[in-house]
């Protein structure tokens, strides 16, 4: 049999040739848009996460003794070399005033939390079983005869966990607003959920004095824990103030504003505070301590 | 499942004029209804709600129980409407009542549409009298330190009380956790 062609032997042979570089070419042009597109995604990812690592703790604090004769807060801030792998932890501990050994029990639950840092930011469950223990050694020791109050917040990568055991504070300053992130846990607030379900105004539950008793507090047995389940976001220019009640005490939050900005370094801030409470001569000032933490970029 | 909690209070008037209607068959409806802020016609809009709630209606779409409900009461009228399903949630909103959705450890208001939900999204609805003593902020720390519905009610109900002693007339609110 005869075949006849138009394409001679020698331009077939170009032509496949042809062909097969065609088919890399594009093989590779696609391997290329898939390496590039691979990079830039990985580009963007970094971006982003560099955006969410942008925010960083500034701490400053003060611990003053007022006019009492011992010093019954005590705090403890984990050091900041440790925040990228494990973030922040700044609490205070208020001995609880007209029982003894305050200083005992206070200084026993900053220690303690102290040797127990690193905590794992995303198990709130075992930092609150760590303040628990601590609470049901002091139960075991004094049976009720002293105590503690206890604030906690862990920061890490712009989330915030906080702990409350009693009525010490955890204030948020942003946008200009205060709030009081933790409720007292006081009987006040028990009494209050009684009468607003009996559809009741609420005026006498803040009448009776003893009512300001402490429900829980660190020397509680089997202590019922203030505590977040998932973390708060934190934004620029927040500002955290972890701090007894001698702080509050004296500076009402509605006039938290005035001496702490966020405009203004920690420092400069906790400073203002501190000579604040210094001015108003309170013979009576209870011990006050306080973190101030501002939530600021940091371009490292 | 979907866990709820309702607060209705005088807040020291005589009467509650406000009103929280719910349906769980066939679907997931809730609906708030600000009351107290209007001078008259409250009680008539309340029945009305009440049968409506009660009836067949409720096995309609979103859509068409949002139009039922807003041709059988008088303009002005202001309410929230919303249906939640397992993965999302339908709002429709008249006048002073919001709600508010905290997810990933932060709140946004919801506005009308349908959204996503996802397990552990806590949803507060409300009048705007229940909201005015509340900051954002105040409501986003109560729920995440919440271990229910009703703990995350009490806990804004207590910032309000320190307020005004429950004494600022009606509060109607309603809180929602998505359970897996």
Redo the contacts between chains.
Sequence with gaps: MIEFGILTDRMSELLGTAGVLFVVAVMSFFYIAIILFINVMTFKKKIISKGDDFLLPEISYFLERGKREKQEDSFYISSMPDYAANGVICCVSDGMGGLPDGEVVSRFTTQTLKEHYPLDFDDPEATAAVIKDISDKVYEKYKLGSGATLVLVHIKDNFMHFYSLGDSNIILLRDNKVTLLNQKQNYVSAIIQKMAEGNMTTRDAYLDNRARGLIDFVGNYNCNILKTSKPLRLYEDDIIIVCSDGVTDTIPLEKLKKYVQPQNAARTSAERLKYAIRNKKNKRQDNYTGIVIKMERSFI | MIEYYQ?K????QESYKDGIFLSIVPHMTFLVFYGSNMESGSSEVRKTLSSIFQGKDMELGFEELDKKISESLPSGSEYMLIRISKDSIQCSRYGGVEAKIVM???MRQLSNGFFGLSS?DRIVLGTASFFSFL?D??I???A??S?NCSEWM??M???I?DIN???CGNLTALTLILRD
């Design positions: 607060f209070h005088n807040g020291g990933g450890g932060e552990g900051s902020e105040a986003l720390a109560d995440l330190v271990g009490n806990y109900v207590r910032r009380s002693e429950l004494s």
